[in-house]
């Protein structure tokens, strides 16, 4: 029982893991490129 | 015994920390004032805000203290990961303390106090929170150089040699640019971490097999390594613990709070929480699966005892290939060095904006502020340098960080509490509050260490002292503003 529950925990949060990290970082990516914009042209 | 090679990974971690250091010195441009230095001109949107925070809160002290919990207890280390991220997403769900404290458009948490409990307040919390803060933080710098020095291969006795480096190359962007320069380069070291821990998570799966590590903890630890409230050794007070803990250090944690308050809206830096929720869950269950795999491999004789937070650099170091060690070694340094920078910003900031608001008055120009700002992160660099060459880790480092962090969270969140929430809250409670979270921790740190004591203190334990902390804090903080209440009446 313990095992399958934490097999199935460590397998949802890996994959959670690798999906969400590449959501954050094209928009993350995108966050930062506004962020400077806004900056370059308060300048 | 290491794979790590010099010229191969020697060469991927000196680009990776060339790039970062550049990128951050370049960043420094668009610092115009102080606000702009401490929250990045409230300016952040919700995926760099998680980016940041996720990458903040993830260190190599994080990485080694979590894979102890997983080499110590197996999943039930897992435990304060479970507590912290549901903690996260409630308060990030229902804006609790965090909704008013965004409102106020204040810089840290003190200057919040200012309005209900008055300046003295304010100054004392900005000195507990800079204690606790600071003594949190001191283990930092010799957790990195131990994680580093086993992982490289190099002689212990330029173990400080690799602290000092690793504290200049981050001290020299965060200086110079501030928040600004911590968000930008926290994304790259979200992105390159992000990478190594998937990496070498997934190769030790495929090299040892999933069955073989549940095994490993069914024959080493047995029924308790699943669930933390069986057997004696995770146990119900340190549960406790661990929910107190959550609740109040998402809440009041300067670091963790800092991307609250630099976010665009209140509403940003609500999303900001519920998705970096998941997160904290994630810096628990990978470094524990990385923890058991040093258990599988080197079995309990080995690394005993205080020698339990070793077993992880040393299975890294005999386990992982060339090319992967190198990527390996960037990702725990940029861990290391996105929590370093907004670590040394954080107290900073609470530094300059509470405990120096008597000298300045808030009448300094932006040129005179930043100029302070930065002396004061200088300062907390060579605090750290030296706190870290004198301080001796003894025990579990994950208990370690809960007690100091307890100084300060265990008052604070109380604070923040009533502040938000309690009418009849006033400076008195809060006075009685602080010195309470602030006296109870100390001395189990102090008298664990005196002879005469040392049976007492450890028979009683941290966790029983960290949950008694938080209540009596709260208590003190009800009979004090109560008190104060009916005497004015």
């Known amino acids: ?43 | 015994m290491t794979n790590f090679n010099f010229f191969i990974d020697g060469a991927i971690v000196l680009i990776y920390l060339a790039g970062t250091v550049t990128v951050g010195l370049w960043a420094r441009k668009y610092v115009r004032n102080v606000t702009d230095f401490l929250v990045a001109g409230r300016s952040v949107n919700v995926y760099l805000g998680i980016a940041s925070l996720a990458a903040t809160e993830f260190g190599i002290a994080t990485f080694m203290a979590n894979a102890e919990l997983g080499f110590k207890y197996g999943f039930a280390g897992t435990t304060p990961g479970v507590t912290t991220a549901i903690a996260m997403f409630i308060v990030g769900w229902t804006g609790f303390c965090i909704k008013p404290l965004r409102d106020q458009e204040v810089i840290t948490l003190p200057e919040l106090f200012n309005v209900k409990f008055g300046t003295k307040v304010r100054w004392a919390s900005g000195v507990v929170i800079v204690l606790g803060g600071l003594l949190n933080m001191g283990v930092f710098l010799r957790m990195g150089g131990n994680f580093l020095t086993v992982v490289c291969g190099f002689d212990m006795v330029y173990l400080e040699l690799v602290m000092t480096v690793i504290l200049l190359g981050v001290a020299l962007y965060t200086i110079l640019g501030g928040m600004i320069s911590v968000f930008i380069t926290d994304y790259i070291q979200f992105v390159i971490m992000s990478i190594g821990l998937t990496m070498v998570v997934i190769l030790l799966l495929v090299q040892f097999g999933w069955s073989d590590l549940l095994h490993t903890l069914d024959t080493v630890r047995g029924p308790a390594a699943y669930n933390p409230f069986l057997g004696d050794t995770y146990g119900v007070d340190r549960i406790f613990l661990d929910i107190f803990l959550a609740f109040a250090s998402v809440m009041t944690w300067q670091t963790t709070l800092s991307r609250a308050l630099s976010a665009r809206n209140t509403k940003t830096a609500m999303n900001i929480y519920k998705g970096t929720a998941p997160f904290f869950l994630v810096r628990f269950i990978l470094p524990a699966l990385i923890g058991i795999a040093a258990l599988h491999y080197f079995g309990t004789d080995r690394f005993s005892g205080s020698e339990a937070i070793m077993a992880m650099p040393h299975f890294l170091a005999a386990i992982l290939p060339v090319g992967l060690i190198g990527i390996m070694v960037a990702a725990m340094l940029a861990a290391d060095m996105s929590t370093n920078s907004s670590y040394m910003i954080a107290w900073s900031s609470v530094i300059y904006n509470d405990i120096m608001k008597p000298i300045h008055k808030g009448l300094w120009s932006d040129r005179k502020g930043l100029l302070w700002n930065r002396v004061l992160i200088g300062l907390i660099g060579i605090f750290l340098l030296l706190y870290g060459l004198w301080y001796p880790l003894k025990g579990d480092l994950w208990v370690y960080l809960q007690v100091t962090g307890t100084i300060y969270l265990s008052s604070m969140s109380v604070l923040l509490i009533a502040a938000c929430y309690w009418k009849k809250a006033n400076n008195w409670g809060a006075v009685a509050a602080i010195i309470t979270g602030c006296v109870i921790p100390l001395s189990y740190l102090i008298f664990k260490e005196v002879e005469a004591t040392r049976g007492l203190f450890e028979s009683i334990g941290p966790y029983k002292f960290g949950v008694a902390t938080y209540i009596a804090t709260a208590v003190m903080m009800w009979f004090g503003s109560n008190l104060k209440f009916y005497m004015e009446k």
Request: net charge positive; glycine share 4%.
């Open chain 1, 1 to 43: 029982m313990n095992h399958w529950i934490w097999t199935l925990i460590v397998i949802l949060v890996v994959i959670w893991y690798i999906v969400v990290t590449a959501i954050v970082t094209i928009r993350g990516g995108k966050d930062i490129r506004t962020m400077i914009q806004e900056w370059q042209k308060e300048k």
